[in-house]
Structure formats: C-alpha cells, structure tokens
Antibody, heavy 120, light 107 residues
Framework: EVQLVESGGGLVQPGRSLRLSCVTSGFTFEDYALSWFRQTPGKGLEWVGFIRSEAAGGAKEYAASVNGRFTISRDDSKSIAYLQMYSLKSEDSAMYYC???????????WGPGTRVIVSS | ETTVSQSPTFMSATPGDKVNISCKASQDIDDDMNWYQQKPGKAAIFIIKEATTLVPGIPPRFSGSGYGTDFTLTINNMEPEDAAYYFCLQHDNFPWTFGQGTKLEIK
C-alpha cells in the first residue's frame, strides 16, 4: 500500500526555519518525483514545488511565492522527501502536504498533511 | 497561470441524489484536469484523472466529464460516505492550480 506521511510541522516564529519530512512506503521511491503543496482556508490549495527523480536529473521547481526561501530535497536511501523552509512569514502558515507525482505528471497519492503556524 | 473556478463552494445532498461539481479553467487545458476527495485529517484520494478516467478502486458512481475549459465531477446515487471536500487540479501547465474546493454535506 502506497503511503506518505508528513511530519515536522509546528509553531515557529517569523524569520525562522523549519524542515518538513515526507516519509513514504509501499513503492519504489527513487522512481518517482515528489511534490509539496499547502492549503489554507483563505487561499485554498497551492502548489509549492517538486523534485524529480535522480534518474530524471533530480531537477527542482518552486512556486514564485517560495522560490529562494524553500528547498526540496530527497533521500532515496530512506524513501524520504524534505521541504526546508527558511525566512518564514506569517503567510506561510498552512497545512503542508506531500504527494507522489504519477507517470502522467500530476499528483496521485497524498499524505494527510502537517500544520505549520508562523507566529510570534 | 491558469485560473480554475470551482462551483459550488458548498452543497448539501440527500443519499441517492445525483451531485454535479463544476470546474472552469481560464484557458484551454485539453483533458488535463483531475479530481480529488479529501476528508478531515485524512490524505486526499485521487478519484478522476485526465478529466474522465476513473482511478482504479474508486466506485463507479463517480464520473468525470469535460474537455478544454469546462469540467464536471458527477456522483450518481450519492452515499453518506461521499460527504467530503472535493477539489479539482489542472496539470496542463505550471504552476499546477486548483479550484477553490467544494464542501459536500449529507442532508
């Protein structure tokens, strides 16, 4: 069974950093791209970024709203993807989700999410 | 960036009803529209891909239609367990963008 589980969320002060993890199981992690999304009641769902598989070059792309502040990485030996967030702002407060990117290049399986609150 | 407008944002239905949820893209996206179901605290479930294809394991009362800019998710003979939040996603171009979501409740 394909599973993704996010962790690492919590309360963090503006300007600080936080790293989220996406622990996966049930599939060959190294064969897939992974993507991160976030969701707020006001703005809805927003794509954050993705990382391709190493076989596809490991390229990363980010939404303009996080480019330069967020970094996605992966550890194929542990089947974990990471979202490193720097210089956090209040508007980064959201539920964060990771998903497996399917062959058709869209998100398929998702995790249940981890909540990030940026507040002093 | 492709804007996706989803409607309604909230609806209430009785078991056995036929439910339609709409997503309209701001530009032609061929059939690059997916639908997902989300319940509180749970992972979103992928239900329709490429506008019309039912994802394996999803009950056949779910169906999708549309092409270009107008898309519809239909639930025939709604079941109580179908009460959830539904959202659409366009994957024709980056950034991927979402509809605002529909909260479907059971009457």
């Amino acid at each position: 069974e394909v599973q993704l589980v996010e962790s690492g969320g919590g309360l963090v002060q503006p300007g600080r950093s936080l790293r989220l993890s996406c622990v996966t199981s049930g599939f060959t992690f190294e064969d897939y791209a992974l993507s991160w999304f976030r969701q707020t009641p006001g703005k809805g769902l927003e794509w954050v970024g993705f990382i391709r598989s190493e076989a596809a070059g490991g390229a990363k792309e980010y939404a303009a709203s996080v480019n330069g502040r967020f970094t996605i990485s992966r550890d194929d030996s542990k089947s974990i993807a990471y979202l490193q967030m720097y210089s956090l702002k209040s508007e980064d407060s959201a539920m964060y989700y990771c998903s497996r990117v399917e062959r058709g290049w869209y998100p398929g399986y998702w995790g249940p999410g981890t909540r990030v609150i940026v507040s002093s | 960036e492709t804007t996706v407008s989803q409607s309604p944002t909230f609806m209430s239905a009785t078991p056995g009803d036929k439910v339609n949820i709409s997503c309209k893209a701001s530009q032609d996206i061929d059939d690059d529209m997916n639908w997902y179901q989300q319940k509180p605290g749970k992972a979103a479930i992928f239900i329709i891909k490429e506008a019309t294809t039912l994802v394996p394991g999803i009950p056949p009362r779910f169906s999708g239609s549309g092409y270009g800019t107008d898309f519809t998710l239909t639930i025939n003979n709604m079941e109580p367990e179908d009460a959830a939040y539904y959202f659409c996603l366009q994957h024709d171009n980056f950034p991927w963008t979402f509809g605002q979501g529909t909260k479907l409740e059971i009457k």
